[in-house]
């Protein structure tokens, strides 16, 4: 996603990544790395990827359903 979104000109940045696993701490720091901007995920994060989302300030929504989402950062 980030190198297509790069090559088209568009910022990796106003990307939402989507996974419909959890929100680990793997995933998270990829997403910060590549500087996604939100990642949503079905399951439920882990801790330390609370914290890492917290501090780059990547949004995080988790177990998100029909009518349902918890953001954990914004």
């Known amino acids: 996603m980030t190198g297509?979104?790069?090559?088209?000109?568009?910022?990796?940045?106003?990307?939402?990544?989507?996974?419909?696993?959890?929100?680990?701490?793997?995933?998270?720091?990829?997403?910060?790395?590549?500087?996604?901007?939100?990642?949503v995920a079905v399951g439920a994060p882990t801790s330390l990827s609370v914290r890492l989302a917290t501090e780059h300030g990547l949004a995080l929504y988790t177990f998100t359903r029909p009518g349902r989402v918890v953001a954990y950062s914004r």
């Open 4 to 39: 297509a979104r790069v090559l088209a000109g568009l910022s990796p940045a106003e990307a939402c990544l989507v996974v419909s696993g959890r929100a680990g701490f793997e995933l998270v720091q990829k997403a910060v790395a590549a500087g996604i901007g939100s990642l």
